[in-house]
């Protein structure tokens, strides 16, 4: 019967899409400052050490804004702290843009990472809270296409405001306007999210069953509602495990398989490319507009291929499209490296980057916050996603140091480091292969019962 999805659907796209403005002041903030820093160093008289310090400042917000979301958005809900999210992007914005001195560019900076660290955690979780098991993962996979939309439409937004003047127009105002011009999406975020209704499983772990019944309802029908609400009531008995839990019983395996994911999907080097990704075409021999033109393609790249698991992830699962995708990455980086350590630059090599970030952006960019979201109880869920997304961000700072370090080294060099994220990528799919389980088509109740043995055979019902 094809009556009535339509309208549930529009509703549940609506508020996953608006969600997804955080997956794009995600990818905003983090992609801005490549723009901004070389005209950041210039304008402030910053040495190398404060200049790394500046691409990193954000980051190190990350870290704990994650870490802290799971628990305040458990205890105040969903939706609350996609507006503290919201707010602390605009007010980084708006600080980045007006500094004196290096420190405060610095403190700016750290509360946007803040919001990156709480939206990268919170924004999964809601998506995956309010979409039935049906689209799931088409609807999870917006997160990481708004965050693929923000990194791609930085690139043109810099470029623009780039061309508004001359170098020291730049050095004076034009970083600034850079950052600054975050407040705008930051505005419209904040006022759509009072359009938008609170997660449903928050409502009625919570007791506010009738608020989450009229939710699920407009999610997709009465029936749906009373399904998911029976589901939500088995767990909603269980009283709330503390954090310390994570790591025993039926717990610790799915937050070792967050864990790890989450790992593999930095340490195979994507962010040393999207943040580097002009040094990299730059080292290979390429001069300045052709290596910003080889960074469009990437983004470009990295934005198509999204769609690509938008399109599959629900019919194909979590699973082929990991593997197919880790599988490609391994071959791609490793040629990457063979072409550094061979002297052979141009359009192969661009090719070769390419290929990966194809492979990376329709499996292991999105999936993994879409895996991440659906594997845990809901009692622990956000507590949960926290440390995933925590482990995300500890590792991408890790290998947004070192790989300056690497590729600079005479020790190491190029060649060696992409070598160096081919057997990450390669390990990555011998874990998925062994480790991880397919989660399409099952309710999150149902997932949640799949990591604990013991429970009742009478509870675990659908999930057999």
């Known amino acids: 019967m094809n009556t009535k999805p339509q309208r549930p659907l529009r509703f549940v796209l609506f508020a996953t899409g608006v969600t997804a403005i955080g997956g794009f002041l995600f990818g905003y903030d983090t992609a801005v400052i490549n723009g901004a820093n070389s005209y950041l160093k210039a304008h402030l008289a910053l040495n190398p050490a404060q ?18 979301a799971g628990f305040l958005s458990d205890r105040f809900g969903r939706k609350k702290m996609l507006f503290l999210c919201a707010v602390l992007y605009g007010v980084s914005a708006l600080l980045s843009a007006i500094p004196r001195t290096f420190d405060q560019f610095l403190l700016a900076r750290f509360i946007g990472g803040l919001g990156i660290g709480a939206s990268s955690m919170i924004c999964p979780v809601y998506i995956a809270e309010i979409s039935p098991e049906k689209w799931r993962g088409r609807l999870g996979s917006l997160f990481q296409l708004g965050i693929v939309t923000g990194i791609f439409i930085t690139l043109f937004v810099n470029r623009l405001i780039q061309g508004m003047g001359d170098e020291a127009w730049n050095i004076a105002l034009g970083w600034r306007w850079m950052l600054g ?13 009072f359009t938008v209704p609170e997660s449903p499983r928050w409502l009625a772990r919570r007791g506010r069953t009738d608020e989450a019944r009229a939710i699920l309802v407009r999610v997709d029908g009465p029936a749906h509602a009373e399904t998911e609400l029976t589901a939500i009531r088995a767990t909603a008995t269980q ?8 790591f025993t019983g039926g717990y610790r395996r799915p937050l070792m398989l967050a864990v790890l994911l989450a790992a593999f999907q930095q340490f195979c080097g994507i962010n040393a490319i999207m943040y580097y990704s002009t040094k990299i075409f730059a080292t290979a021999g390429a001069v300045t507009n ?30 082929p499209l990991l593997l197919i995708g880790t599988a490609v990455q391994a071959v ?3 040629l990457v490296g063979w072409m550094f350590h061979t002297g052979q630059h141009g359009p192969l090599l661009l090719g070769c980057v390419v290929l990966f970030i194809a492979a990376f952006a329709m499996a292991m960019g999105p999936i993994t916050w879409l895996f991440c979201s659906e594997i845990f109880p809901n009692q622990i869920r956000g507590r949960a996603m926290s440390v995933a997304a925590f482990t995300v961000w500890v590792a991408c700072y890790i290998v947004a140091q070192t790989f300056p370090m690497l590729n600079d080294s005479p020790a190491v060099g190029p060649a060696m480091t992409f070598w160096i994220y081919a057997a990450v990528s390669l390990a990555s799919f011998f874990f998925v292969l062994a480790l991880i389980p397919e989660t399409k088509g099952r309710t999150l109740e149902e997932i949640g019962r799949m990591w604990n043995p013991a429970e009742p055979a009478s509870r675990k019902g659908r999930a057999s």
């Open 51 to 68: 200049e790394g310090l500046a691409g990193a400042s954000a980051i190190l917000g990350c870290i704990p804004g994650a870490m802290f």
């Open 181 to 193: 011009m975050e407040a705008v999406p930051a505005v419209a975020f904040i006022g759509l999210l």
């Open 239 to 246: 009283t709330e495990p503390p954090f310390s839990a994570l």
């Open 290 to 319: 052709a290596a910003f033109t080889s960074s469009v393609w990437v983004g470009l790249i990295n934005l198509v291929f999204t769609f690509v698991a938008i399109a599959f992830v629900d019919r194909l699962g979590r699973r």
């Open 332 to 334: 791609a980086l490793g």
